[in-house]
């Protein structure tokens, strides 16, 4: 059975810094496509960064590109966002994402709150 378990969301003052965790359980990270997205309250769910399979190549959204990092810990099996100089818009529920074969598994999401 497959689990994506988020954690190190909070309450963060603009230009404040948080880092993200995805714990994956039933797979392993390096061989999945992993991401992470992101939902605003009223708004629809959108991609934030993404981690390949295999060489582990990033990719970003243009909203955080420069601001945050995607990586990965094979040892740890699980996948990081480090979110760096925050903004109020950056504010939603982060949701993780696995994705190869097939198959999409998503977690239940960690809420980052960002005050002006």
């Known amino acids: 059975q497959v689990q994506l378990v988020e954690s190190g969301g909070g309450l963060v003052q603009a230009g404040g810094s948080l880092r993200l965790s995805c714990a994956a359980s039933?797979?392993?990270?390096?061989?999945?496509?992993m991401a992470w997205y992101r939902q605003a309250s009223g708004k629809e769910r959108e991609f934030v960064a993404a981690?390949?399979?295999?060489?582990?190549?990033?990719t970003f959204a243009s909203s955080v590109k420069g601001r945050f990092t995607i990586s990965r810990d094979s040892a740890r099996n699980t996948v990081y966002l480090q979110m760096n100089s925050l903004k109020p818009e950056d504010s939603a529920i982060y949701y993780c994402?696995?994705?190869?074969?097939?198959?999409?598994?998503w977690g239940q999401g960690t809420q980052v709150t960002v005050s002006s």
């Open positions: 039933g797979l392993t990270v390096t061989i999945y496509n």
């Open positions: 994402y696995a994705g190869r074969f097939g198959n999409d598994y």
């Open positions: 981690i390949s399979w295999g060489p582990g190549s990033p």
